[in-house]
């Protein structure tokens, strides 16, 4: 019986490594896609999305019939509590890196727009949040989980620059209309993307603060805690 | 049973065996010895019995009881034993130790067994403890016939005193020297014990210390055969012991070199499919665990390809190779074999260099053709349109040809570029051919080159280098380093900006800095730029112009003269522009 609970909580915690795995592909794919301007890749992300939807479910079948024919106890009980709220982060994760994957795609079938590089850097710490939430989850290292949540204010940052960036260059666009759409669209859609970086960067955050609470049983959502 | 020590139990078995040895034969003795002097003392009963019955026949006869019992009493004075003459009936007619008066109150003595052996079968004899004289006697009785007392039975008793003295004088005998026996052999046990047991604790002190490693404990005893070979067993034993290990500890670190030396990351799989062993280029593949031992290989790569490759060869696959993608950046072929025994060994080589440089030998060749190809359709599309004779006379022709032309010369550019180019790659520049070279004049001829463009775009240039900068290279590669990157920084920047050209003086080199405040370059194209024909932005690059070698070139004269090219975009503190780096080394102090 015990052996039975270890082993589906390993097929649990591989089960959402899969979706952690897959997720992180998406976004480094996304990303790619933007910057590489490449329709196919962007196109690999949108096509891929249903299986990372499917293993969401798949967590959450198991870890509701450990629940229900378990009875777990502490740790176990909130690493399974823990894995089913860091899956739903990881497919919302997923669904953001989408949405890049669609901005993309549009971006590509128009002329690029001059070079941003705060986008880069936005880019690089989201999918470093992500990386050291995942991380964190798997050495279950409570620093590393608290840790994501201090690399969001950087993203936060770089997002706001972006955003700038974009609006100076809509305020200065050409006086052409038909160009200014032009612009004002690509500039949107670019913005779009940057907030939702921003926002994989949150879910990071999320991720980490759930591996926190399966660490160390503490809950430290909305809470400004100094532990270093 | 097993705690007690050897030498006792060498003790024990010694002195049961001793008991058993002694006892047996000292028990049948004393039984034999006691047999017959009970014997000889009953037919000594006998003896006595008949002499005093004769006695009693040749003596008068009694007229009473009194009478007869008066001459028991004086016989049995004389010859210091019991004398007793029972009646038919069992009563006690006479008794010489009995007083005259308390005859009548002894007991019946028809009972008595010596008695009843006697009326049966003539005379009888028995030793028994008798009470009323409080000691063991021998009893003989036998009938007689005497006038007094008809069909009577006449007994005496002799005591059995000296009989037992002799016995017990025997068994005080016996057992003093039981226990001096035993006193000897324990002495003597205890000795052979002791000899004994010295080469077994010598044994055991030399296996101990085999056990614990030390193949150099030998056994040095001499205390016979068996153990002299017992001992020989055990040196020889931790001689072969002692050349395995050496063996095998030899094979495991040559084993360990070749892992550790390998360039292919290597781990090993056991059974439940976790990670036992991995050698150290395997760590700097695997990021997301800081030690990879016990875990499971998604964990340690987060990457469903390899964990589901592992878990095809795990589940009975003899092998797989497998193409696997970490990141974009990095792939490895992934070699996975069985181990009979379940497990398995996962080997990673990477072929990311493999990849890249594939990828860039085709993106040149398709390059290289779509950059010829260009000017080469125009030309051919102006050249036939000049072959109409109608047009070629109209005053068109004459900037007809000057695009054809100018077309013309952009494909020798690009072809004397690449010549260049192959120059460059060819051969290794020796130091000895480098010369110092004033950096400063170097830069300000190919500034001259460049005016008429700075001019057209009204760019300001920034010029921080000292008067003399000396460096170690060759004037002409320098200056075309110097011209390309500035000829790029001039295409790259808005009108009416700044370059900024600057030098950082190390210890062995000089650094120096091209700054513009153009587009920038993104982050993924940076590692590229410095191929040939690579362009970070395909349209807009080709309008300018440029061939596209530019950087290439740069950055193969830079490596020909010993030093290195690198960029930065946007500079440390700017939002917006590049900065590009090259180095070249100082002039040595005989040198200069």
Redesign the interface.
């Known amino acids: 019986m015990e052996r039975h609970f270890i082993k589906e909580l390993d097929a649990l915690k591989m089960t959402l490594l899969n979706m952690a795995a897959l997720t992180r592909r998406a976004l480094e794919k996304a990303t790619h896609a933007y910057l590489n301007r490449d329709e196919k890749e962007a196109q690999t992300v949108i096509d891929g999305d249903k299986e990372i939807n499917d293993l969401e479910l798949q967590v959450d079948n198991i870890s509701l019939k450990l629940l229900a024919l378990e009875q777990p106890m502490a740790r176990d009980l909130r690493f399974i509590i823990g894995t089913t709220k860091i899956s739903k982060e990881l497919e919302r994760i997923a669904d953001q890196a989408v949405n890049i994957a669609q901005r993309s795609l549009f971006l590509c079938q128009h002329p690029p727009l001059h070079h941003i590089p705060s986008m880069e850097r936005l880019m690089t710490i989201a999918d470093n949040m992500l990386d050291a939430a995942i991380s964190s989850f798997i050495n279950e290292d409570f620093q590393q989980a608290i840790k994501v949540r201090q690399m969001d204010d950087m993203a936060d940052k770089y997002t706001l620059e972006v955003l700038q960036t974009l609006v100076e260059y809509m305020v200065k666009s050409t006086p052409v209309a038909e160009k200014r759409l032009l612009n004002t669209n690509r500039s949107i859609q670019t913005i779009i993307i940057s907030r939702c970086l921003e926002r994989i960067g949150d879910l990071a955050t999320n991720i980490g603060e759930h591996v926190a609470f399966i660490v160390k049983a503490i809950n430290i959502k909305h809470q400004k805690i100094d532990f270093e | 049973m097993k705690s007690i020590r050897f030498r006792t139990r060498l003790l024990l078995s010694f002195w049961i065996v001793l008991l058993v040895a002694l006892c047996l034969p000292a028990y049948y003795i004393h039984q034999t010895l006691e047999n017959e002097i009970l014997n000889e003392a009953r037919a000594d009963a006998y003896i006595q019995l008949d002499f005093v019955h004769w006695l009693l026949k040749e003596s008068p006869p009694f007229h009473s009881n009194q009478a007869l019992d008066q001459w028991c009493k004086n016989v049995g004075y004389h010859l210091k034993y019991r004398i007793t003459v029972i009646a038919s009936g069992g009563r006690v007619i006479a008794d010489s130790d009995v007083k005259n008066q308390k005859i009548p109150l002894l007991d019946n003595h028809a009972g008595r067994k010596e008695v009843i052996g006697a009326r049966k079968l003539g005379h009888a004899s028995s030793i028994r403890y008798s009470i009323t004289l409080k000691r063991k006697l021998i009893y003989a009785a036998k009938n007689i016939n005497l006038p007094i007392a008809p069909s009577g039975v006449l007994r005496v008793a002799i005591p059995l005193s000296t009989v037992e003295t002799r016995l017990s004088a025997f068994a005080h005998k016996f057992w003093g020297v039981l226990f001096l026996i035993f006193i000897i052999t324990m002495l003597i046990s205890f000795f052979l014990a002791k000899r004994l047991e010295a080469p077994i604790r010598k044994t055991i002190q030399a296996a101990t210390a085999i056990g614990e490693g030390n193949y150099e404990a030998h056994i040095d005893i001499d205390a016979g055969t068996e153990f002299s070979q017992l001992s020989m067993c055990i040196n020889d034993m931790a001689d072969k012991i002692q050349q395995n290990i050496e063996m095998i500890t030899g094979q495991k670190q040559e084993l360990e070199a070749v892992l550790e030396g390998m360039a292919e990351g290597v781990m090993l799989l056991d059974k439940n499919g976790k990670i036992k062993a991995t050698n150290q280029a395997l760590t700097w593949i695997a990021k997301?665990?800081?030690s990879c031992i016990g875990?499971?290989p998604?964990?340690v790569f987060?990457?469903?390809e390899i964990?589901d490759a592992c878990n095809k060869v795990l589940s009975g696959q003899e092998h797989l190779k497998q193409k696997v993608s970490i990141?974009?950046e990095t792939v490895y072929e992934v070699n996975l074999v069985r181990i009979p025994d379940g497990g398995a060994v996962v080997v990673f080589h990477d072929i990311s260099e493999l990849i890249r440089l594939e990828k860039v030998r085709q993106d040149f060749i398709a390059n290289v053709s779509h950059e010829l190809r260009t000017p080469l359709t125009s030309i051919k599309g102006y050249a036939e349109t000049l072959l109409d004779e109608k047009f070629r006379s109209s005053d068109k022709a004459a900037s007809f040809v000057n695009t054809i032309v100018k077309n013309a010369d952009q494909m020798t550019n690009i072809v004397n570029d690449l010549l260049e180019l192959t120059k460059l790659q060819q051969k290794q520049q020796k130091p000895d051919q480098l010369f110092p070279v004033n950096a400063t004049t170097c830069f300000n001829s190919a500034m001259e080159t460049c005016m008429p463009m700075l001019k057209e775009k009204n760019i300001r240039i920034v010029n921080q280098l000292n008067d003399s900068i000396i460096v170690n290279a060759e004037e002409n590669s320098l200056i075309q380093v110097f011209r390309n990157l500035l000829d790029n920084a001039i295409q790259h920047s808005l009108p009416e900006t700044k370059i900024t050209v600057f030098a950082q003086t190390k210890k062995d080199d000089v650094v120096f800095g091209l700054q513009d405040e153009g587009?920038?370059?993104?982050?993924?194209h940076q590692k590229r730029i410095f191929e040939r024909f690579y362009r970070v932005?395909k349209?807009r690059s080709r309008a300018s112009g440029g061939t596209g070698l530019g950087l290439a070139i740069c950055r193969n004269a830079a490596r020909k003269m010993g030093g290195k090219i690198w960029v930065k975009?946007?500079p440390d503190n700017q939002?917006?522009g590049s900065v590009f780096y090259f180095s070249l080394n100082k002039p040595t102090d005989s040198a200069s």
């Not at chain 2, 587009?519 to 993924?524: A, R």
């Open positions: 997301c665990v800081p875990h499971r998604m964990e987060l990457n469903p964990q990141n974009s587009t920038g370059i993104p982050l993924h932005d349209e975009s946007p939002s917006k």
